[in-house]
């Protein structure tokens, strides 16, 4: 069995990887691969048995890698995502894990792909799950408000009047005024989930940004973009070469 892995975060997929060899140790493993354009590249080159993904890499959302592509193989994913969006994969026959990942969770998900390898040859199974991508993407699952903390009291932040969000020693909100509130999540990854992609946009592994509240952007040479954000003072936001052609596809819409 070939089996593609797809994770960016590297301690993720060390203990990934060393679980998947302790409960297949027969399977011939690819990856981790981090990014969405080379997990392409290595579809093209390859079709896989299964794939075991986490919704988040390097460059964006895995499954644009699989819409709109022909899909061959089973997916697990795996993410820290909402135990409700899970049961919905769970009855489509595509398991899907939260981190992080438990062996008996990942041992009952490799066997259930054995039990129901035969299926995934079917034609029709096969655009049903295809239509199961679709319909993922296009649902209303984003987040319209965010609980926060300030000193002993919660507030409600709506997503509207977030500018971003950071990483440092925890996850922060900023909002639209520059406030900085601290949050109850564990990684930026789990934050870009829940946000809708047309108004937000991961910058880097410590930023998200928010589209209603740049400021200001440049260019150097190297293909890097310096982006500034309102009532963000001097501080400058980078987005590296490699998600530049991106980040401008994302402001024009």
Same mark, same amino acid.
């Given at each position: 069995?070939?089996?593609?892995?797809?994770?960016?975060?590297?301690?993720?997929?060390?203990? +990934?990887?060393?679980?998947?060899?302790?409960?297949?140790?027969?399977?011939?493993?690819?990856?981790?691969?981090?990014?969405?354009?080379?997990?392409?590249?290595?579809?093209?080159?390859?079709?896989?048995?299964?794939?075991?993904?986490?919704?988040?890499?390097?460059?964006?959302?895995?499954?644009?890698?699989?819409?709109?592509?022909?899909?061959?193989?089973?997916?697990?994913?795996?993410?820290?995502?909402?135990?409700?969006?899970?049961?919905?994969?769970?009855?489509?026959?595509?398991?899907?894990?939260?981190?992080?990942?438990?062996?008996?969770?990942?041992?009952?998900?490799?066997?259930?792909?054995?039990?129901?390898?035969?299926?995934?040859?079917?034609?029709?199974?096969?655009?049903?799950?295809?239509? +199961?991508?679709?319909?993922?993407?296009?649902?209303?699952?984003?987040?319209?408000?965010?609980?926060?903390?300030?000193?002993?009291?919660? +507030?409600?932040?709506?997503?509207?009047?977030?500018?971003?969000?950071?990483?440092?020693?925890?996850?922060?909100?900023?909002?639209?005024?520059?406030?900085?509130?601290?949050?109850?999540?564990?990684?930026?990854?789990?934050?870009?989930? +829940?946000?809708?992609?047309?108004?937000?946009?991961?910058?880097?592994?410590?930023?998200?940004?928010?589209?209603?509240?740049?400021?200001?952007?440049?260019?150097?040479?190297?293909?890097?973009?310096?982006?500034?954000?309102?009532?963000?003072?001097?501080?400058?936001?980078?987005?590296?070469?490699?998600?530049?052609?991106?980040?401008?596809?994302?402001?024009?819409?």
């Amino acid at each position: 069995m070939n089996i593609l892995v797809l994770e960016d975060e590297p301690l993720v997929a060390e203990s +990934l990887l060393k679980l998947v060899r302790q409960l297949e140790p027969e399977a011939s493993i690819t990856g981790p691969v981090q990014s969405v354009k080379d997990a392409r590249m290595k579809l093209e080159m390859q079709t896989p048995d299964l794939i075991i993904s986490d919704i988040q890499l390097a460059d964006g959302i895995s499954l644009d890698v699989f819409t709109g592509y022909n899909i061959q193989c089973p997916i697990i994913f795996t993410t820290a995502y909402d135990e409700y969006a899970v049961r919905a994969f769970k009855v489509n026959s595509i398991d899907y894990l939260l981190k992080p990942v438990d062996k008996n969770e990942l041992k009952a998900a490799l066997d259930k792909y054995h039990l129901l390898q035969s299926k995934f040859g079917n034609k029709a199974y096969l655009q049903q799950i295809g239509e +199961l991508f679709r319909d993922f993407k296009s649902a209303g699952k984003y987040k319209e408000r965010f609980a926060v903390h300030m000193g002993r009291n919660v +507030l409600l932040v709506p997503s509207s009047e977030a500018a971003g969000f950071s990483k440092e020693e925890v996850i922060y909100l900023v909002s639209n005024s520059g406030k900085k509130y601290i949050t109850d999540y564990r990684s930026l990854d789990e934050v870009e989930e +829940l946000l809708d992609p047309s108004q937000f946009f991961r910058a880097n592994r410590q930023h998200i940004i928010g589209i209603n509240y740049i400021a200001s952007m440049h260019g150097d040479e190297s293909g890097k973009i310096y982006v500034k954000m309102k009532h963000g003072g001097d501080e400058e936001i980078i987005i590296s070469k490699e998600k530049a052609a991106s980040f401008r596809k994302w402001l024009e819409g």
